[in-house]
């Protein structure tokens, strides 16, 4: 029997166990993928875990990361806002002029996740 959806914290607190009662990275490897299919874990990641566990890691979450810190703010999300509103046919390509700071990725999720625009057509 296989578990179907199981979390990445889930896995890593049996790899903890199973290290605890000193199994072998490939016997762990083996368990895990017996268990819970060979879509969750790879192996690289099990003898990674399996090496921190050794090394005295305690917990079984992700680490917090230090991201990079957004440049969009409601300031320049209030001035897209105004120069949508002031020419609704403005492109992308023309708000990427008048905003260099950001990337068409990051002004286009601006425009359609944030502002909630979509384009409409009507005759």
């Not at 607190?13 to 268990?35: D, G, H, M, Q």
């Not at 002029?97 to 005759?123: D, G, N, V, W, Y």
Request: glycine share 2%; hydrophobic share 35%; net charge positive.
């Amino acid at each position: 029997m296989s578990i179907e959806s199981a979390a990445k914290c889930e896995i890593r607190a049996v790899i903890r166990y199973l290290v605890a009662k000193e199994k072998s990275p490939y016997e762990i490897f083996n368990e895990v993928r017996t268990v819970y299919g060979e879509d969750h874990m790879n192996r690289t990641s099990v003898y990674k875990w399996c090496r921190e566990f050794k090394n005295g890691r305690m917990n079984v979450h992700d680490d917090l990361r230090s991201e990079r810190p957004s440049i969009l703010t409601d300031d320049i999300v209030k001035k897209v806002e105004n120069a949508v509103r002031d020419d609704r046919r403005l492109t992308l390509d023309e708000l990427s002029a008048m905003f260099p700071q950001l990337s068409r990725s990051l002004l286009h999720e601006t425009i359609t996740e944030t502002l909630r625009f979509h384009k409409l057509c009507t005759r």
